[in-house]
């Protein structure tokens, strides 16, 4: 008989999993510029780990035309679907030898993104990642940084959020994770993300490895901060 899992692990997708973010920023410029506004990356920093609704509400408020705001929705999701479907998008280094040492060992795992669910698809069928549940923007009331979604996803898995992993990169992410009582390991991507009680800070998914017990640190990696 097989034995029941004791953990699980949820994924973000944005940065942690995929190296979206440069992706994003040339759709988020090319959107500004018809906005008739400029684009920098510390705009881009403003909206990590956020949902569409956000990102459009600062973008519109930097923006020089006045545009609905389902109009910029659809501009930004169009852009970045087509340009994943054109390019595929970067696999972050470690991201798929960990997923495959999380499925070896059994552990349900599940994605929890502020994204849209077409982008979501998108990924995944350029990807070929695979997941037990999934849980983006169209399933949440109230996206990250509410621990709305990632107390879905523990749902979703079967397991109490204290019993589940959760891998994030952004403020936003954590935030979310930490409210919903989970064990969250930070992967910052562009906004630096602080040791705190509780939370594990590490560099790179590189450094970090899945057995039954759940994520750790590999030996001989430090966590920052640590």
Same mark, same amino acid.
Request: charged share 20%.
């Given at each position: 008989?097989?034995?029941?899992?004791?953990?699980?692990?949820?994924?973000?997708?944005?940065?942690?999993?995929?190296?979206?973010?440069?992706?994003?920023?040339?759709?988020?410029?090319?959107?500004?510029?018809?906005?008739?506004?400029?684009?920098?990356?510390?705009?881009?920093?403003?909206?990590?780990?956020?949902?569409?609704?956000?990102?459009?509400?600062?973008?519109?408020?930097?923006?020089?035309?006045?545009?609905?705001?389902?109009?910029?929705?659809?501009?930004?999701?169009?852009?970045?679907?087509?340009?994943?479907?054109? /390019?595929?998008?970067?696999?972050?280094?470690?991201?798929?030898?960990?997923?495959?040492?999380?499925?070896?060992?059994?552990?349900?795992?599940?994605?929890?993104?502020?994204?849209?669910?077409?982008?979501? /698809?998108?990924?995944?069928?350029?990807?070929?990642?695979?997941?037990?549940?999934?849980?983006?923007?169209?399933?949440?009331?109230?996206?990250?940084?509410?621990?709305?979604?990632?107390?879905?996803?523990?749902?979703?898995?079967?397991?109490?959020?204290?019993?589940?992993?959760?891998?994030?990169?952004?403020?936003?992410?954590?935030?979310?994770?930490?409210?919903?009582?989970?064990?969250?390991?930070?992967?910052?991507?562009?906004?630096?993300?602080?040791?705190?009680?509780?939370?594990?800070?590490?560099?790179?998914?590189?450094?970090?490895?899945?057995?039954?017990?759940?994520?750790?640190?590999?030996?001989?990696?430090?966590?920052?901060?640590?």
């Amino acid at each position: 008989m097989t034995q029941q899992a004791s953990t699980a692990v949820l994924f973000d997708m944005d940065g942690l999993l995929i190296d979206s973010e440069p992706l994003w920023l040339q759709v988020e410029t090319a959107v500004m510029a018809r906005l008739g506004a400029e684009w920098t990356e510390a705009d881009q920093a403003q909206l990590i780990g956020g949902s569409l609704d956000r990102s459009v509400r600062y973008m519109l408020s930097r923006a020089a035309r006045a545009v609905p705001a389902n109009v910029v929705g659809e501009w930004l999701m169009s852009g970045i679907a087509e340009l994943v479907r054109r /390019d595929g998008v970067p696999i972050q280094p470690g991201a798929r030898e960990l997923l495959a040492e999380v499925a070896a060992a059994g552990l349900p795992h599940a994605l929890v993104t502020s994204s849209e669910r077409r982008f979501m /698809d998108q990924v995944l069928a350029s990807t070929g990642l695979r997941f037990d549940a999934l849980v983006c923007a169209e399933d949440v009331s109230v996206t990250k940084p509410d621990p709305e979604a990632y107390l879905l996803a523990a749902k979703l898995v079967g397991m109490p959020p204290g019993d589940c992993f959760a891998l994030d990169d952004s403020p936003n992410g954590v935030a979310s994770a930490e409210a919903a009582g989970c064990r969250v390991i930070a992967v910052p991507s562009l906004v630096p993300i602080p040791p705190a009680p509780g939370r594990t800070v590490v560099r790179s998914l590189l450094g970090l490895r899945a057995d039954a017990d759940g994520i750790s640190v590999r030996p001989g990696i430090a966590p920052l901060g640590g």
